[in-house]
Nanobody, 115 residues
Framework: VQLVESGGGLVQPGGSLRLSCVAS????????MSWYRQAPGKQRELVAA???????NYADSVKSRFTIARDNAKNTVYLQMNSLKPEDTAVYYC??????????WGQGTQVTVFS
């Protein structure tokens, strides 16, 4: 299982970014996928999740601003982030519990929202 994130960067408050996570090594279309984030000095937290069937869930702090989506033909899960705030600054990780025995993580991509 391999997860490779991209799309992070520097953005001003109110701006947008789209993160991508390309997956390989498992049957992507059958896998639940999630985005987590970890800010300095804080625990890693769930941001958004999407089931194999397309059902989505979001943390309250990002509802109406972030959108998770998947493209099974490209083995890719996306996180569209709009109206970004300084408190969204974190390393963002792609995750899947494929196989049910452990969680798999990508290497992370840094998102920094600054004035």
């Amino acid at each position: 299982v391999q997860l490779v994130e991209s799309g992070g960067g520097l953005v001003q408050p109110g701006g947008s970014l789209r993160l991508s996570c390309v997956a390989s090594g498992f049957t992507f279309s059958s896998a639940a996928m999630s985005w987590y984030r970890q800010a300095p000095g804080k625990q890693r937290e769930l941001v958004a999740a999407i089931s194999s069937g397309g059902t989505t869930n979001y943390a309250d702090s990002v509802k109406s601003r972030f959108t998770i989506a998947r493209d099974n033909a490209k083995n890719t899960v996306y996180l569209q982030m709009n109206s970004l705030k300084p408190e969204d600054t974190a390393v963002y990780y792609c995750q899947t519990p494929w196989g049910g025995l452990r969680n798999y993580w990508g290497q992370g991509t840094q998102v920094t929202v600054f004035s």
